[in-house]
């Protein structure tokens, strides 16, 4: 019981600090559940992010399902998922309530340029946290840089290309190459 409510209570701190969608949550989950808590091993928060990213649903609350039901089992899931959605609720409950009157507060509009500077930090490192732990092959490094490459030409030349689209290409990419290690290699006869 008393791991239970850590897990609610934990996301529900980090639901509240999530503020600029789920990578920014990313930090924070790694933070408390691989550093602090060392419920999961670097290497599978790595997978638990791809898994997430994969999965239909905002990164977010598939992150927050997934480490509840690694921690937890099934209750573990159910108590992170809604801890997770309990602020965000909450608070686009009171602004829909408020919207116009809240809209003009000139506080609210510099509140919300400071978060936006910290969000791009908080994905500029999970982004960095990710790489350190991916392994340092030839392999990933040629997927890293290609999509970093990607991305960056069609951000410059303001190209549409969905993320799915990538997280599809990658994972393609890989399944060819565990298949092509299958395959029975001859060997020199002489």
């Not at 003009?104 to 510099?110: A, I, N, T, W």
């Not at 340092?136 to 549409?160: A, E, P």
Request: hydrophobic content about 55%; aromatic content about 14%; some cysteine.
């Amino acid at each position: 019981m008393k791991k239970i409510t850590n897990i609610f209570l934990i996301f529900l701190k980090i639901g509240v600090f999530t503020f600029g969608g789920g990578y920014t949550m990313i930090t924070l989950l790694r933070n408390e559940f691989v550093s602090k808590k060392q419920w999961i091993i670097s290497d599978l928060f790595l997978d638990m992010v791809a898994i997430a990213e994969s999965t239909p649903g905002p990164i977010a609350i598939n992150s927050a399902t997934y480490i509840g039901y690694h921690i937890a089992g099934f209750n573990g899931a159910l108590v992170a998922t809604t801890a997770v959605c309990i602020p965000s609720f909450t608070i686009i409950y009171i602004i829909s309530s408020y919207f116009d009157s809240f809209l003009k507060l000139s506080y609210v509009s510099y509140a919300f340029d400071g978060i936006q500077a910290c969000v791009v930090y908080l994905i500029i490192s999970a982004a960095i946290q990710m790489l350190a732990g991916v392994r340092k092959t030839f392999f990933n490094l040629v997927i890293v840089s290609t999509i970093f490459i990607t991305m960056l030409i069609f951000s410059v030349l303001s190209i549409d290309f969905s993320t799915v689209f990538y997280i599809l290409i990658c994972g393609m990419i890989g399944v060819a190459r565990d298949f092509i290690k299958l395959i029975p290699r001859g060997e020199n006869k002489k």
